[in-house]
Structures are given as structure tokens and as C-alpha cells.
């Protein structure tokens, strides 16, 4: 069981905005930064989030991150159909001395 | 191109090793710290090992301490992973990454910002 968390699965329709969680605790995502993964089914992941709320160059400015105490949000808004992917967090854990993922969102576009 | 590529992937009967390689290219790898992730069949994503720029320092998660190795040669562009003593939950990809360093104002948050197409490993009789 992952000591970060996520909830297994989010929707939206096109156009509309969806925010998916990760939850954490004081050793990890409450005293790190929080990085956000996107990966379509067959392929590697891809970084989409780092540093909590900091874009690399290529991601769409539709995608945003942010972190609040032992958890953190990636919102995406104007869902396009391609959008639709798994979504992890990462961070490190002090506790364990080790790099966890949240077990991951798979977004649907309905 | 800026990519990195896996090898040695295949299956295994339990209590036996692989070596798993990762080579890169389109950047200069010896500026980076290396990771092994892996992702068993529809599960989430793991962390293994890392080894800093020089190798000087690696570290590992508990669940594969002491059977896995991570190395790297840097004049040849190369991350490795020996893996030994194979159970059957070890069945996975494995993925070489890249830790980016994204600095600014004096603080470099890392993130796993180059991912390979990953090596398959499967561990069955």
C-alpha cells in the first residue's frame, strides 16, 4: 500500500476542469516537493508537474500544480480527449529515505 | 535525440539474475544522477536504486537491497542494474531515468524528467 495516495480513477467531459490528489504525511509530501507524471497506456511516463507547481517546456499551461501541507493537486482544465492518461505523484520520503508514487489516477474523458 | 534506452530484459526462472543496461544519448549523461524505477503489470510505479554523477553514492529501496546493484559508466553514456536472486514479484518494467535538477533562488528540486521505454523482466518457472 502506497503512503501516498490517490484516488483510483476521476472524469470530466471535454472542456470542462478536473483536480486529481495526492494524499501524504509530515515525511514525505509535508516537507517535499510534489512532481506530477502523465502516462498513456504501453509507454513510459512523462513529467508533467515538478516542484509542486512548475511546468517543463512543452506541457500545456492547461495543466497546473499546486500543494497545501501533506497533500497536493494537479488540475487540468479544458479537458481534451487526449488528456486521458494516468496521473501519479511523486515525492521523496524522508521516513524511508525513498522517491514513492501515489498509485496512480486514471482520467477518463467521457 | 535526447533519449535513454533499456536492454537485458527477458525471463527468468526464480533465483536467477539479469543485467539490465540503459544507454543514453542526446545529452550529457555524466552531468545527471541516475534512477531504476519499475511498474509490475498493472500496478503503480516503484522506486529501486540511484547512483549519484560519479557513482560515488547509491541508495536502494528496502524491497531490493541487497539483491540489486546500480551502476554506471560514464564514458560509455551507461546506467546498469544487476539484478539477482529473481522472485516472481519482480515481474515488471524496468525503466532507466534521468533526475533532472531544475534550479532556482539556490534550491534544485530534482524530478525524473527523462524516462526510457522501459525493459521487460519476467520472472516465472
Do not use: M
Not at chain 1, 15 to 38: D, E, F, K, M, P
Not at chain 1, 84 to 108: M, R
Not at chain 2, 61 to 88: C, H, M, P, W
Not at chain 2, 103 to 121: E, M, N
Amino acid at each position: 500500500q502506497s503512503v501516498v495516495t490517490q484516488a483510483p480513477s476521476a472524469s470530466g467531459t471535454p472542456g470542462q476542469s478536473v483536480t486529481i490528489t495526492c494524499s501524504g504525511s509530515g515525511s514525505n509530501i509535508g516537507v517535499n516537493h510534489v512532481n506530477w507524471h502523465q502516462q498513456f497506456p504501453g509507454t513510459a511516463p512523462k513529467l508533467l508537474i515538478y516542484d509542486n507547481d512548475r511546468r517543463p517546456s512543452g506541457v500545456p499551461d492547461r495543466f497546473s500544480g499546486s500543494k497545501s501541507g501533506t497533500s497536493a493537486s494537479l488540475a487540468i482544465s479544458g479537458l481534451h480527449s487526449e488528456d486521458e492518461a494516468k496521473y501519479f505523484c511523486a515525492t521523496w520520503d524522508v521516513s524511508l529515505s525513498a522517491w514513492v508514487f501515489g498509485g496512480g489516477t486514471d482520467l477518463t474523458v467521457l | 535525440e535526447v533519449q535513454l534506452v533499456e536492454s537485458g530484459g527477458g525471463l527468468v526462472q526464480p533465483g536467477g539474475s539479469l543485467r539490465l543496461s540503459c544507454v543514453s544519448s542526446g545529452f550529457t549523461f555524466s552531468s545527471f544522477e541516475g534512477h531504476w524505477l519499475r511498474q509490475a503489470p498493472g500496478k503503480g510505479l516503484e522506486w529501486l536504486s540511484y547512483i549519484t554523477i560519479s557513482g560515488d553514492r547509491r541508495d536502494y529501496a528496502e524491497s531490493v537491497r541487497g539483491r540489486f546493484t546500480i551502476s554506471r559508466d560514464n564514458t560509455k553514456n551507461s546506467l546498469y542494474l544487476q539484478v539477482n536472486t529473481l522472485r516472481a514479484e519482480d515481474t515488471a518494467v524496468y525503466y532507466c531515468v534521468r533526475e533532472g535538477r531544475f534550479c532556482s533562488g539556490g534550491i534544485c528540486p530534482g524530478a525524473f524528467d527523462l524516462w526510457g521505454q522501459g525493459t521487460v523482466v519476467t520472472v516465472s518457472s
